[in-house]
């Protein structure tokens, strides 16, 4: 029996796959041990609320006025972690004490948003309850922001972010694992059937090019200029789009679905809860470089096209994976088509991004995090 009480704190309000991440190790842990006490909450909305939606608003027109000095913002690592850890840590500390710690009584937190770590980390020293704190950075890049003296252990996707860790910021290598970025448990399953398997699943013909065009979760990214980019590739191909919870976009691209493609099949989907099953069916999969929408490709062996990173740790994911040779990048919808048309033509060079892309993959990585996070 184990009674062990983990809580896992994330925001949602800068997209949502850090939470989609705390979600997986939770499922993972769950699976792992039907005993222990395992919750999500939001840090910040915990703590404040009012401070979360500020955040949010702040974020939100930084991304859209000021990409560029967001950027800048985001790389002045000393700022942020100086900001996180006095003012902004010692305030929200109390409260998550106050309206979180007290009630929850963990034995083990781990975090998969850096806002609130530092807040933790003081919480840890003045709660009644002493806990262990766990980082868990979400992305191909570790920042500033995840790291701090009171974290007991950090989780990351690659050796070389260990590498990061120890060398720049001083953490002992005994505390980092090198487990990969938590994505659902079922990835870990689906990562064992063939490409024709979740063809024949979702009704698709197992010799056409089926190109899956996603845009996370708020359908971002371009996806109309992607889309008519891709119909006007001279080669006949399957474009299944998911526009997640933008019905605007869905909305207008059904319309263009309805129109005749001779050559294409356009499908349309909204919000798709069994992303998994379209992953592993795409021959090629066009989305923004999130952390979380990388790793569940990888999982499923699935060729990356990156499109219109947003500012800050996507740019450095991006970097990372261009770095490994496991991801593909185009600056303009029109590159997307011509990569589609080189990988129709030249199966080896899709073929051998795949082989670099099992040098990164890691479907099982929340329930090697989930025993880990057990284990403490």
Same mark, same amino acid.
């Given at each position: ?8 704190? !994330? ?56 990409? !560029? ?54 919480? =840890? ?18 920042? =500033? ?64 090019? !089926? ?90 062996? !699935? ?74």
């Amino acid at each position: 029996m184990n009674g062990k009480r983990l809580l896992v704190v !994330t925001e949602e309000w800068a997209g949502s796959g850090h939470r989609m991440a705390a979600e997986a190790l939770r499922e993972a842990v769950v699976e792992r041990c039907p005993d222990v006490y395992a919750r999500v909450e939001g840090g910040l909305q915990a703590a404040s609320p009012a401070l979360r939606e500020l955040s949010r608003f702040f974020y939100g027109q930084m991304l859209r006025y000021s990409p !560029t000095l967001w950027q800048r913002l985001y790389d002045r690592e000393q700022m942020w972690g100086t900001a996180l850890a006095k003012p902004i840590g010692a305030f929200l500390a109390r409260r998550l004490i106050r309206d979180l710690l007290e009630r929850e009584q963990p034995d083990v937190v781990a975090a998969t948003h850096a806002y609130c770590l530092p807040a933790l980390a003081h919480a =840890r020293k003045k709660a009644g309850k002493r806990f262990r704190l766990v980082s868990i950075p979400t992305d191909f890049h570790v920042h =500033r922001f995840w790291v701090h003296p009171e974290i007991d252990g950090y989780v990351v996707a690659h050796e070389r972010l260990a590498e990061l860790l120890e060398r720049r910021h001083g953490v002992k290598r005994e505390r980092i694992h090198v487990y990969g970025i938590p994505v659902r448990p079922v990835f870990a399953a689906a990562a064992r059937e063939e490409k024709a398997y979740w063809k024949a699943r979702m009704g698709l013909s197992p010799d056409q090019f !089926t190109v899956l065009v996603c845009g996370g979760e708020g359908g971002h990214g371009g996806m109309e200029e992607v889309v008519r980019s891709l119909l006007n590739v001279p080669e006949p191909l399957h474009i299944v789009v998911i526009t997640g919870k933008n019905e605007p976009i869905r909305q207008r691209l059904s319309l263009l679905a309805g129109q005749p493609h001779p050559l294409h099949r356009l499908v349309v989907k909204g919000y798709e809860p069994s992303i998994w099953e379209w992953i592993g069916a795409a021959d090629a999969y066009v989305t923004k470089p999130g952390g979380i929408s990388c790793a569940e490709a990888l999982a499923l062996r !699935t060729p990356l096209i990156l499109y219109r990173p947003l500012p800050g740790q996507e740019r450095h994911n991006l970097s990372f994976l261009l770095q490994h040779k496991a991801a593909a990048w185009a600056e303009r919808s029109e590159e997307i088509a011509r990569l589609i048309v080189r990988w129709r033509c030249n199966p080896e060079e899709r073929e051998e991004m795949v082989r670099r892309m099992d040098a990164l993959r890691q479907p099982d990585a929340a329930r090697r995090i989930a025993d880990f996070l057990l284990s403490l």
